[in-house]
């Protein structure tokens, strides 16, 4: 600086100062934290040598840099984890979007009874946590019961029991919308998470660092993490699994509905959808003129949830 | 004791009771054939409808059990069949039965809106089929086109596939699909939805910001 003060340079006795118990005490404190610091960053390497994780799964690269015969590898690798630990090995595949395809979802207000048969599909297809009554909480699906003239979120109630529908109350089942401008890739600090090419939010559950910033932003609520292994029975694991999807995830990672992309990018209907007894839910090709959920966006009446916070879901609600 | 003469002889009195015993056995055997033909039912005419497939086979894990599975001719599974006509032909239909209790078909409960006359939608001359407007037939397997007489918005929305359930393929070039059709769904004597007991509620996650649902309530399983 041109004004300022010239630089002194420090006495001697300053910068070495004689070791004080205070100092000492210090020095002590930072150099524990430090290793403390160290121990837990090389914590993973304990779960490696339980085996809870393999060197494979430590040293892979992310998703978007896999060759094929990595995610071979990598898919073999889970199978087998699979196998010694439930007992039944998988077929899991890595199932590339389709061209031209856009995935739109659209569901009838009208017409959904709040049954919770979705909710439940949802959790046989998605291989989530089911052994124990209170182990039972991974659905992608959350009905929520709202009165009926109003759409207030805030009031709804999502434990309701009994005979449904119930007269003065309308269901509103809230999975992932699916967004174009999705605010729970923009959190993620690992990009662990990303829109594919048809539309479909996705997880890398061997990328994800479970810091559920992810959660944080979703305004959906449609994020789930795994606090624990999943707990499922060895006749209730659905075999056909798939890397982005439902593989069984390991304990720390975030999950969340990919409209069962195992089996929409075969061209089959979503879980959710083949268990609807009224029908309320409709799936398609967006880009399709001709498919069933355009048929709905062009003649229904939609409503999207949320569509202040400008995430552009492609999940429509609609009524008849 | 002094036994009478016997008629015949001992050796044709054995041949002659071994005759006998043929013939009774003969007769018995007419009787029971006549009396089985007098209890055989009358011909099956109108097969038992067979449920339409749904979904995919591959999907056993997924519950896709019809809100309705029709019921068709319970009769009919229990091992009766019969004709409509049977008994049709002598009795005349009626156009309304005007609330009075009905001798037959008395499980039919007409709550149908103002649709409240059985020939409206059953065919008064052929009891196995319905009757469009034009007094033409409708078959029962195609019942979809009878409520299509009346309900032609909804129809027009189930042919998009936005009314009802489809299963299997969304892309019909990678496989089937199947489509409920309105009677799986809807009693046609009494087509409003009925209300069912719901699942239980999975345990969702408290959210960070403590909603009013934050936490379970303790009615939340059953």
Redesign the interface.
Known sequence: MANGSPIQPKRVEEALKPLTRRTFLKGTAATMAGVAGLVSALRPLLSLERGEITMDELLQKHYSQLKPEDMQHILGVLEKKCEREYGVKPDIRDIKPLAGVQFGYALSLTKCIGCRKCAHACMAENNQSRDYDDDVNMSYIRVLELAKGSINVETSDHYYTGEVPKKDKYYMPVQCHQCQESPCTKACPVQATWMEPDGVVTVDYNWCIGCRYCMAACPYDARRFNFKKPTIGEQAINPNQSYLSNRIRPKGVVEKCTFCLHRTREGKYPACLEVCPTGARVFGNLLDPASEINYILKNKRVYILKEDAGTVPKFYYYFD | MNQPPALFPASRRRILRRWSCALAALVATGVCLWAAEKLVLPKVSKPEPAQPKI??D??K???????RQTKGLDLVKMGWTYDCNECHKLIEPKWHYDGRPMVEHEQVKLNHGNNRFCLNCHSAKNHNVFVDYDGSEIKQQDVVQLCARCHGTTYR?WQ????????????K???EQTQ?RCIQ?HDPHDPA?K???????????A??AG???SS??E????
């Open positions: 979904g995919l591959t999907d894990h997924l519950d896709k059990t019809p809100p929305d998009h596939g936005a009314h009802g359930r489809t299963n299997g393929h969304w892309d070039s990678k496989g409920l769904c939805y209300p069912i007991l719901t699942l239980r509620a999975p345990d969702y996650p959210r960070a909603s009013a649902h379970q309530p009615t939340a399983k059953h």
